[in-house]
């Protein structure tokens, strides 16, 4: 007679068949490095307030940072206030998050700001696209501004017949600016890398173009400790050619040290790229392992990178159902990546200790997607992105965590 299969067989059975997925329903073929699901973690953080800013048209974040005098800066586009289509618009709060200004800046046309730092002498500097102004079909678009949000300065930087979309900005040790995003001729798909140096006042000492036959996209720059710069974004001309994540080390003169690809037989792309303290890089972004019936729209996940200070790979992670829009190494050594429409914190190795899901984020109703995040000089955390508060119509949302106990 059989014996009977013990429970921890028919967990295992019932393990495999959630994995399998359901008939109608996309199908995983997860990869090696796939994180156990996100139950049983210790309780995250707790919630200290949050905001929302907004008008009768649609507003996006894409960025936010904490201010020297520990208030807030978020940049993002609006359809609600501003002159045109949809305009750059800056808000700044207090350490509150309760607004005591807010900028708009664009033309007739679609103007969207992606990026925002403060700068070393306490104004601001955004960085977007802009169909406004330059040549008019999309160009890079650079904005300074004095600590009270009036522009100081504007710089645009494209060519003729070529679309430009700048996603990442930050200031130089010596003053000056990096910034990154994609160029592609106005009629063409393929795109490439487009990295911009200017001096402190947006003029270009450079610039450079990174790619292949097919197309590449740069979302995020850092400046290395050694002057150079690391650039992070997708390639579709060089890995395993089905969309990977493409890691470019170049010299301060934007002149490419070396390259790394990240990736297999499923579609990464990455989104966000910091050097750790140990020197090496975490980069963050989505990894697509599923397939889906046709019409039904496939979900990817949350893929982290660790490599060392020459690119190599040391380790990766594949957290279900997400998306590392970006990310930013903690004081304690470990990592936080906002996931759409809740937030994660990992250890060191990328094994996740604790999650802030959706609901726990705002007690208003509407779908939360939070696209940008920094750990603030208390040890706490500040999100944004925006929220779906009312139909047809997103707001600004603002939402500050307290320190981990």
Same mark, same amino acid.
């Given at each position: 007679?059989k +014996?009977?299969?013990?429970?921890?067989?028919?967990?295992?059975?019932?393990?495999?068949?959630?994995?399998?997925?359901?008939?109608?329903?996309? !199908?995983l073929?997860?990869?090696?490095?796939?994180?156990?699901?996100?139950?049983?973690?210790?309780?995250?953080?707790?919630?200290?307030?949050?905001?929302?800013?907004?008008?009768?048209?649609?507003?996006w974040?894409?960025?936010?940072?904490?201010?020297?005098?520990?208030?807030?800066?978020?940049?993002? @586009?609006? *359809?609600?206030?501003?002159?045109?289509?949809?305009?750059?618009?800056?808000i700044?709060?207090?350490?509150?998050?309760?607004?005591?200004?807010c900028?708009?800046?664009?033309?007739?046309?679609?103007?969207?700001?992606?990026?925002?730092?403060? *700068?070393?002498?306490g104004?601001?500097?955004?960085?977007?696209?802009?169909?406004? &102004?330059?040549h008019?079909?999309g160009?890079?678009?650079?904005?300074?501004?004095?600590?009270?949000?009036?522009?100081?300065?504007?710089?645009?930087?494209?060519?003729?017949?070529?679309?430009?979309?700048?996603?990442?900005?930050?200031?130089?040790?010596?003053?000056?600016?990096?910034?990154?995003?994609?160029?592609?001729? &106005?009629?063409?798909e393929?795109s490439?890398? &487009?990295v911009?140096?200017?001096?402190?006042?947006?003029? !270009?000492?450079w610039?450079?173009?990174?790619?292949?036959?097919?197309s590449?996209?740069?979302?995020?720059?850092?400046?290395?400790?050694?002057?150079? %710069?690391i650039?992070?974004?997708?390639?579709?001309?060089?890995?395993?050619?089905?969309?990977d994540?493409?890691?470019? !080390?170049?010299?301060?003169?934007?002149? !490419?040290?070396?390259?790394? *690809?990240?990736?297999?037989?499923?579609?990464?792309?990455?989104a966000?790229?910091?050097?750790?303290?140990?020197?090496?890089?975490?980069?963050?972004?989505?990894?697509? *392992?599923?397939?889906?019936?046709?019409?039904?729209?496939?979900?990817?996940?949350?893929?982290?990178? +660790?490599?060392d200070?020459?690119?190599?790979?040391?380790?990766?992670?594949?957290?279900?159902?997400?998306?590392?829009?970006?990310l930013?190494?903690?004081?304690?050594g470990?990592?936080i990546?906002?996931?759409?429409?809740?937030?994660?914190?990992?250890?060191?190795?990328g094994?996740?200790e604790?999650?802030?899901?959706?609901?726990?984020l705002?007690?208003?109703p509407?779908?939360?997607?939070?696209?940008?995040?920094?750990?603030?000089? @208390?040890?706490?955390?500040?999100?944004?992105?925006?929220?779906? @508060?009312?139909?047809?119509?997103h707001?600004f %949302?603002?939402? +500050?965590?307290a320190?981990?106990?």
């Open positions: 007679m +014996k009977a299969p013990s429970l921890a067989i028919l967990a295992l059975l019932m393990v495999s068949l959630v994995a399998m997925g359901c008939p109608g329903l996309p !199908k073929d997860p990869p090696q490095d796939i994180h156990p699901p996100l139950v049983n973690l210790p309780c995250p953080p707790e919630k200290e307030w949050s905001r929302t800013f907004g008008g009768s048209g649609r507003e974040a894409a960025s936010v940072q904490q201010t020297a005098c520990g208030g807030f800066i978020i940049a993002g @586009c609006t *359809t609600s206030f501003g002159a045109g289509h949809a305009d750059f618009w800056l700044k709060t207090d350490a509150q998050g309760n607004k005591e200004w900028q708009t800046f664009g033309g007739p046309m679609f103007d969207s700001a992606s990026s925002v730092q403060e *700068t070393a002498c104004g601001f500097i955004i960085a977007g696209a802009t169909e406004s &102004f330059g008019g079909m160009d890079f678009w650079l904005i300074k501004t004095n600590a009270d949000g009036n522009k100081g300065w504007s710089q645009t930087f494209g060519e003729l017949l070529f679309r430009e979309k700048a996603r990442s900005v930050q200031q130089t040790a010596c003053g000056g600016l990096i910034i990154v995003g994609w160029t592609r001729c &106005f009629r063409a393929e490439d890398f &487009f911009v140096k200017t001096d402190a006042q947006g003029n !270009k000492e610039s450079r173009t990174f790619g292949g036959r097919r590449e996209r740069a979302h995020s720059v850092q400046q290395t400790a050694c002057g150079g %710069f650039i992070a974004g997708s390639t579709f001309s060089f890995g395993a050619g089905r969309g994540f493409w890691l470019v !080390k170049t010299d301060p003169q934007g002149n !490419k040290e070396w390259s790394r *690809t990240f990736g297999g037989r499923w579609s990464e792309s990455a966000s790229v910091q050097q750790t303290a140990c020197g090496g890089f975490i980069i963050g972004g989505s990894i697509i *392992t599923r397939s889906a019936p046709a019409g039904v729209p496939v979900l990817p996940d949350l893929w982290l990178v +660790k490599s200070p020459q690119g190599n790979k040391e380790w990766s992670r594949t957290i279900l159902y997400g998306d590392a829009t970006s930013q190494e903690t004081a304690c470990g990592f990546i906002p996931r759409w429409n809740d937030v994660v914190k990992t250890d060191a190795l094994n996740v604790w999650r802030k899901l959706k609901g726990e705002t007690d208003e509407g779908w939360p997607s939070v696209r940008s995040v920094q750990q603030t000089a @208390c040890g706490g955390f500040i999100l944004a992105g925006s929220i779906d @508060c009312r139909e047809r119509n707001e %949302f603002l939402v +500050k965590l320190p981990p106990k």
